[in-house]
């Protein structure tokens, strides 16, 4: 299992072509630094044709992966997007029921980073051409001064 260093990029997940429908899938576990406080994930979108939607959850785990939580969710559809999206360890956010790959679309959850991340992804339709999908992530860890 890789493990992400602290002001490290790291590609989470890279799909150079969608030319059928994805069913539900999982990327591998990526192990982080306990004392990671912000991750910016960045995701790109390139729509090339046809297809409906597609849609990526980055996942955390705090148990070793028995269990896995919705932290972020990127949706897409027929349209070439870039879209970024941080979470805060410490900007509690209200209580939030755990979901494994159904947080609603384009939706962030703060206050909870485990020890591990991965990504949870889909896509319905038939894309064709050069659509492709990658996310990638920058760990910030917390400083005490």
């Known amino acids: 299992m890789a493990t992400l260093r602290h002001d490290s990029s790291i590609t989470l997940y890279n799909n150079t072509a969608i030319t059928a429908a994805i069913s539900a899938a999982q990327t591998d576990p990526i192990k982080i630094p306990a004392d990671v406080g912000i991750i910016t994930f960045t995701a790109k979108f390139?729509?090339?044709a046809d297809g409906t939607d597609a849609d990526m959850w980055?996942?955390?785990s705090a148990d070793g992966g028995s269990n896995w939580h919705d932290i972020v969710q990127f949706h897409f559809a027929q349209a070439s997007?870039?879209?970024i999206a941080s979470v805060n360890a410490l900007l509690a956010s209200t209580h939030a029921t755990a979901t494994n790959a159904s947080l609603a679309d384009n939706t962030i959850v703060n206050g909870y980073i485990?020890?591990?991340l991965r990504v949870s992804y889909?896509?319905?339709?038939?894309y064709s051409g050069t659509t492709t999908m990658k996310l990638t992530a920058v760990l910030k860890g917390l400083t005490t001064r």
């Open 46 to 48: 390139v729509y090339g």
């Open 58 to 60: 980055v996942q955390t």
């Open 81 to 83: 997007l870039v879209k």
């Open 114 to 116: 485990g020890t591990q």
């Open 122 to 126: 889909l896509s319905t339709g038939t």
